[in-house]
């Protein structure tokens, strides 16, 4: 009993039978108290000194080049408007870690983006994507929902709103984040010439969004829209916010096809016709967009406009399979879940990127395509405990894509 008395705790002085466990060391002893108290005081730390790291690094600064190889792995194809984002994104950045160490009087200035091209193509996903690399802030806005104030709809100050509560309404995080305004084609003019009665959802909004996209102190409602008028406005500056917009443009190839003169009569035409029409997108240009019915001074605000290409079968094919979270090791990661091993013939996926192409919904087609071909399997499958392997080929998607149809002609 003395020889117990004798070996203590070195830190809490304890005796060996009042405590749990007694840890030697070479010189010392630990009870299991002192080393739950001595973890804690180590985790506290290593919290504190990832957030001090946190705010001295708002947020983590790559060259363009290591901005579009993280984009690669997401996003299949479109390089132009990679690159594009990339520079853009990595001089707005470098503008806003300048502004307080620059003693000279330049002042570099916004580099809001827009993005043209057709649905599914990837303008969501490429933004999405920048601010996950970046780790800022990031929401998407709708500007269907967007009116003038005073008329049924959501103000634009509305979508700071959002951008705040993916900030978790800290004020310095959100004035650096990226807002990601969508179907910004849906508020242009709806006539070229301006009109004697009011466009509430078009050119008005164009004209309130102006001041926000080009750096201004606006009084965001923390909980968004005309809801709660009694709310407190929180003042958010917009200067270090970047904006990037993306529309489908629907119709905007017959303005870039008539500034290009792809109608011309003579020899030429035929060669034209086909140089210009399988992506006229490719030439589109400011004007093309004003023509479209953006006003002059919010295409000035967002100087950098950039195109998506539409997919063609092989970008399709590679959307499907290799990305990172692609479709099909999506699918195969659900069942691995379950226990059954899936795989997926090449013809199959060849059959699957067919019908895609005839819906025309770029990568969105090949979603629902999917969802049809797969529904019946991830009904069944996980209740059968035998069957541990499915191989989807490309006879078992012409049959479920058949019942699909026979199924909706019924119903018709």
């Given amino acids: 009993m003395s020889e117990h008395q004798q070996i203590k705790c070195s830190f ?22 002192c080393i739950e108290q001595a973890y804690q005081i180590v985790q506290q730390d290593a919290k504190s000194s990832v957030s001090s790291q ?16 993280h984009l690669d792995d997401y996003v299949v194809g479109q390089d132009q408007a990679k690159k594009i984002i990339s520079v853009a994104v ?12 620059d003693e000279d009087e330049i ?22 994507s920048i601010a996950k690399l970046l780790n800022v802030p990031f929401c998407i806005a709708d500007a269907t929902v967007l009116t003038e104030a ?14 705040l509560q993916a900030a978790d309404y800290d004020i310095e995080k959100a004035k650096m984040g990226i807002v990601f305004i969508d179907e910004i084609d849906k508020i242009a003019r709806k006539k070229d010439n301006p009109s004697i009665t009011r466009d509430v959802s078009g050119e008005g909004v164009q004209q309130a969004m102006l001041k926000l996209l080009e750096g201004t102190i606006v009084n965001v409602p923390p909980q968004g829209g005309r809801k709660h008028p ?9 200067s270090n916010i970047l904006f990037i917009s993306g529309g489908a443009f629907d119709g905007v190839e017959k303005h870039i096809a008539s500034r290009l003169n ?12 086909r140089l210009n029409k399988e992506n006229l997108l490719q030439h589109v240009a400011p004007q093309d967009l004003k023509s479209f019915g953006l006003i002059p001074e919010l295409i000035g605000r967002m100087p950098i406009v950039t195109h998506l290409d539409p997919l063609n079968k092989n970008a399709l094919k590679l959307i499907l399979t ?13 069942f691995e879940i379950d226990g059954v091993k899936l795989s997926f013939d090449k013809k199959a996926i060849d059959l699957i990127v067919e019908k895609a192409l005839e819906y025309e919904l770029g990568a969105r087609g090949l979603r629902s395509i999917c969802e049809s071909v797969m529904l019946d399997a991830m009904y069944e499958l996980p209740s059968q405990k035998t069957k541990k392997e499915l191989i989807i080929t490309a006879s078992y998607v012409k049959t479920k894509l058949n019942k699909l149809i026979l199924n909706k002609l019924k119903v018709a």
Avoid: W
């Fill in 107 to 128: 002042e570099i200035e916004k580099s809001n983006i827009i993005m043209v091209g057709k649905t599914g193509t990837g303008k969501t996903l490429l933004a999405r």
């Fill in 262 to 273: 792809t109608r011309s009569i003579g020899f030429k035409s035929n060669q034209d016709n």
């Fill in 54 to 69: 946190k705010e001295s690094s708002p947020f983590k600064l790559l060259k363009p080049i290591d901005i579009k190889s």
């Fill in 230 to 238: 009694d709310q407190k406005m929180i003042a958010l500056d917009t």
């Fill in 322 to 334: 290799q990305p990172k979270n692609a479709l099909v090791k999506q699918y195969i990661k659900l």
């Fill in 12 to 33: 809490c002085n304890r005796n060996k039978q009042d405590t749990e466990v007694l840890i030697a060391g070479a010189n010392a002893h630990i009870c299991n108290a």
């Fill in 150 to 163: 005073g008329y049924v709809g959501e103000d634009v100050e509305s979508i700071l709103s959002r951008l």
């Fill in 90 to 101: 990595y001089n707005h950045y470098k503008r806003i870690s300048q502004i307080n160490i």
